[in-house]
């Protein structure tokens, strides 16, 4: 039922279809009193099992989760209705935007048209609630609310793995991630060779890799920015106490956070960074001073630090609020190790993985949207330590990199359900001690 078939009009776009002006409007959930209107007649839906099909038949009364991950999904109405019978369609993966659903009004009229249209809802995110109104109007939506952007998955489209140790010293070559996670190969190096730094996301899609040891420069505060199209930039005088085995991650929607780390000691202080990739001065200390910590975003604008050692392996955490204000200590869950990496994924989760425990690991840990970390995972691919880990494609992430024993370039995805999957041959120079982040929104 797509494009013209013999008389049928097909008229598509975001859901709101064959609008009748101020005599046929379609109600959305912003008009005066149209929440309480559909709570009130949403009370006797009867919602069934989510429905996966490319085609199902609709009963009134019914309310139906949409999952079109695989496919578009045709839905034909009943043959016969009474006024005020009513169906509910929701958008259950958020994917109509690629696979939507076409309704076949089955020869009854949608929306005061004859069955002579085909009516498609292409938004993702969207809910459908259509009442019978009787046989000159037929079927009307009373609402079929737009809300693609709502919640906002905050990750990037990309992400880049960058600096490190190459086994013969000091590196700052650099290899993309694609939005479906392919390592290219190395670009060109720029800026200082440093190893041990931070990276994390700013301004929604730029990056910043920052702080780390140098060659010949021993530990530093240089920051590099990363553009939206993953061109990393010279170095930029460092603000702040200048360290090493620090983590990074964003805050806030567009801001980023540097935090703890080593010289001459064990730091805890951070160091904020703005939508425009400038960084702060040194925030003080807070909670346990620790290094060969790791990082991520959760719950679309926190963070959280985790792991780490102080001489010895810790497990405890310590989360960043929407405004960059770090908190005291978190009991840790999981096994104590450093040397590890962590990223976002799902849009609004993060997981730690991988790591040194007294011997090398490939455990991950769930962080939920509220910022608390589940039991081990049992690890999948090559266990490994001093990797780096960011999110690509909106909602996925990838661990890239490290020491297995010998440095290496493998990779591991990470699906946005937070299951991390097998051993993806490695791209590009093989290193350790290096960091990413995510870009390109």
């Known amino acids: 039922m797509s494009g013209i078939i013999g008389s ?22 912003s008009g005066p009193g149209v929440a309480a209107n559909y709570e009130d007649i949403a009370a006797g839906i009867s919602w069934q099992a989510i429905e996966t099909g490319s085609t199902m038949t609709a009963v009134a009364g019914n309310g139906y989760w949409i999952n079109t991950t695989s ?30 659903i076409i309704i076949d009004s089955n020869g009854l009229n949608y929306q005061g048209a004859a069955d002579t249209l085909t009516v498609e809802y292409t938004t993702d995110g969207q809910a459908l609630h259509i009442v019978y109104s009787g046989a000159t109007k037929g079927w009307i939506p009373i609402s079929d609310d737009d809300v693609t952007d709502a919640p906002v998955t905050p990750g990037n489209t990309n992400g880049i793995f960058g600096y490190g140790a190459d086994g013969s010293g000091f590196t700052n070559v650099s290899n993309i991630v694609s939005n479906v996670g392919v390592v290219a190969t190395d670009a060109t190096g720029v800026g200082s060779q440093i190893y041990a730094r931070g990276a994390c996301q700013y301004g929604d899609d ?27 930039a010279s170095d930029v005088s ?12 964003s805050y806030g929607d567009d801001k980023g956070v540097f935090g703890y780390g080593y010289k001459a000691g064990w730091r805890g202080m951070t160091n ?34 985790g792991y780490g050692t102080s001489g010895s392996n810790l497990s405890i955490t310590n989360l960043i609020s929407n405004v960059g204000v770090a908190s005291t200590d978190v009991t840790g869950v999981g096994t104590a190790r450093s040397e590890l990496a962590a990223c976002a994924y799902g849009g609004d989760k993060g997981i730690f ?3 040194y425990t007294g011997t090398v690991s490939s455990l991950t840990n769930l ?23 960011c999110e690509y494609g909106g909602d996925k992430g990838i661990f890239g990199y490290g020491d297995t024993g010998s440095i290496t370039a493998v990779t591991n995805l990470v699906s946005n359900a937070g299951v991390v999957a097998t051993d993806v041959t490695g791209v590009g120079t093989v290193r350790d001690k290096l960091a990413a982040c995510s870009y390109g929104g």
Do not use: H, M
């Open 8 to 29: 049928k009009l097909n008229i598509r776009g975001s859901g709101r279809i064959a609008k009748l002006g101020t005599d046929g409007q379609v109600l959305t959930s």
């Open 71 to 100: 496919n578009t999904c045709t839905i034909t109405l009943p043959a016969s209705a009474s006024n005020g019978d009513e169906i509910i369609f929701a958008d259950y993966a958020r994917t109509w935007g690629t696979y939507g």
């Open 238 to 249: 460092g603000v702040g106490f200048a360290r090493e085995q620090l983590a990074a991650c």
């Open 272 to 305: 904020l960074v703005s939508n425009v990739g400038v960084v702060s001065t040194d925030v003080g200390t807070i909670g346990t001073s620790r290094g060969w910590i790791a990082a991520c975003e959760y719950g679309d604008d926190k963070g959280i630090f």
């Open 206 to 232: 730029k990056g910043i890799f920052g702080y780390g040891y140098g060659d010949g420069i021993a530990a530093t505060a240089i920051t590099n920015l990363v553009s939206n199209v993953g061109v990393v």
């Open 367 to 389: 962080v939920s949207n509220a910022g608390v970390v589940a039991t081990d995972v049992t690890g999948v691919g090559t266990a490994r330590r001093e990797l780096a880990a």
């Open 353 to 355: 993985g991988y790591g």
